[in-house]
């Protein structure tokens, strides 16, 4: 049971840093080719790997306390 447990936490940083480097890779692309729609994408993909980290360290604190 721990071993899924941490497979699935390492597969949700895993998807969370990739979506920040997709994210970040969309919106210099974006930027070079004068090109909105590819900006937006690149930081929807950005924010969402935020997202995802960030709500991997609140349940890993929420889980932490007493």
Known sequence: MATQVGESLLFKKSAAVILL???ILL?????????????????LCFLSGVFLL???IVRRNQANQP
């Open 21 to 23: 480097l997709l994210g």
């Open 54 to 56: 960030v709500l991997k």
């Open 27 to 43: 919106i210099v692309v974006g930027l070079h080719d004068d090109s909105s729609p590819t900006i937006a994408i690149g930081v």
